[in-house]
């Protein structure tokens, strides 16, 4: 009987989920390699509690090894080159060819692009960074905390911004609120702009009911790590005790150095299929570029990217077994906006909505904080 291989890049929330139901939709002599560099999976969104101190690192990972036992052929390395025209990859040296590919390789991280800022460290978008943050805002007793978007495009709009409500009200539980500042600096003009004014509004109105100052369009050109002296391209500084950083985002480099890479090295694909120009080549999540009618890209987060992931698994499994039907991706998205003491906001809609994504802010309460909770159990739940 014939068998299909279907190669998964990357295994991070993308890569999971559209391995996992392509294992489920697929027949059972077809072959899903998930092609992932480290052994374990990372719930980022945990990240901003591991940073406030209501996880643990521990609590936070999960081996990949249960997707073994589930039939999902698991590889791990470094992707060297992807050869989209031919669907191969090289891994460590070893080319590994697929009737299909799925490429959910995210965004890389990149400190070094702004001098001084991998010296200064506050990346809490890695674990060791938002341990870091941790470690140093829980003995803070007084100073101030910088949370800061160096550049734009970033993964998770809200994601410094609940940082800051987050630290905020760690400092209140510490009882030390009084004796530290809290201040954003954010390379965006507006919080979470694609989703248009309302959402913004709400969100710089949650941080400065918290009593956090706000800087926007405020670029990060160099840190003085020694001196903890922030230097932005407006020409202003700004001195920290406790730094909480977003870094530059980039393409990773074996995407830029591949034809899939569009002019910003990130992928450009089919907004409907995440089909990239290469025929049974998909891409979705952080990796790719979507325009919106409003002239941004689609936002980098997690839930498109678990959405994309759904939409091309079962694309491929109508294509390559005839089973159900190709889908499309709609659009659809939502956050939580966690704000400290068991608080949260919600924002849902429709980001492919013209001639602008059609969003609604929803009144923050507990029951978004308990939703958020939900959502991190049923995660593992649902894919370990
Ligand atoms: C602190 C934080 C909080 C967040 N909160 C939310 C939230 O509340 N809601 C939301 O929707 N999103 C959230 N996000 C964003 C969300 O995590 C990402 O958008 C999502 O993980 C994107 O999925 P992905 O599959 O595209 O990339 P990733 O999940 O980053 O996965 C990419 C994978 O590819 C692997 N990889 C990369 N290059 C190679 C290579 N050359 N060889 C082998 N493997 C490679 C990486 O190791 C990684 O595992 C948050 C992110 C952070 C950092």
């Known amino acids: 009987m014939d068998r299909r291989t279907v190669l998964v890049l990357g295994g991070g929330v993308g890569g999971l ?21 480290s052994t374990k999976h990372t719930f980022w969104p945990s990240l901003l509690w591991l940073m406030s101190g209501s996880r643990k690192p521990e609590q ?12 999902i052929e698991l590889r791990h390395g470094d992707i060297t080159e992807i050869d989209p025209e031919r669907r191969q990859v090289v891994l460590d040296g070893e080319e590994l060819l697929g009737d299909a590919l799925v490429v959910s390789l995210g965004a890389s991280l990149e400190p070094e692009r702004v001098p001084g ?4 460290g506050g990346n809490f978008y890695t674990l060791d960074g938002a341990k870091q943050v941790y470690e140093q805002a829980s003995t803070l007793q007084t100073g101030r905390v910088a949370v800061v978007v160096a550049d734009v495009p970033f993964k998770c709009p809200a994601a410094p911004y609940e940082a800051a409500m987050l630290l905020e009200s760690l400092m209140r539980r510490r009882k030390v609120r009084d004796q530290v500042t809290l201040t954003v600096y954010a390379a965006e003009p ?43 391209d407006t ?10 950083v977003v870094p530059p985002h980039a393409a990773p480099e074996v995407v830029r150095n591949s034809p899939l890479a569009g002019p910003s090295g990130w992928i450009p694909i089919d907004a409907a299929t995440c089909e990239t120009r ?8 952080d990796v790719t570029t979507v325009p919106l009618k409003l ?18 698994a079962l694309t491929l499994a109508a294509r390559l077994r005839g089973r159900g039907q190709e889908q499309r991706f709609e659009g659809q998205g939502e956050c939580f906006i966690e704000m400290g003491g068991g608080l949260a906001g919600f924002a849902r809609g429709n980001f492919y909505a013209e001639p602008a994504p059609q969003v609604q802010m929803y009144r923050a309460g507990r029951h978004w904080h308990a939703a958020k ?12």
């Open 278 to 285: 290469f025929d049974n080549v998909f891409a979705i999540g």
């Open 17 to 37: 989920v559209a391995a996992s139901v392509l294992r489920r939709e697929l027949a059972p002599q077809d072959r899903v390699v998930l092609v992932e560099r």
């Open 60 to 71: 936070v990972q999960r081996n990949l090894e249960p997707l073994a036992r589930r039939g």
């Open 373 to 384: 909770v939900a959502f991190e159990r049923n995660w593992w739940r649902t894919w370990f």
């Open 235 to 244: 020409g202003d500084q700004a001195e920290y005790d406790v730094l909480a």
């Open 190 to 232: 507006a919080p979470m702009g694609v989703a248009g004014p309302e959402v913004s509004r709400g969100v710089v109105g949650f941080v400065r009911q918290h009593g956090i100052d706000y800087h926007p369009s405020t670029k990060l050109a160099r840190v003085d790590a020694s001196g903890k002296r922030l230097h932005f």
């Open 117 to 120: 800022l991998a010296e200064a």
């Open 295 to 312: 002239g941004k890209p689609l936002p980098k987060a997690g839930v498109f990217a678990h959405g994309q992931a759904q939409v091309v």
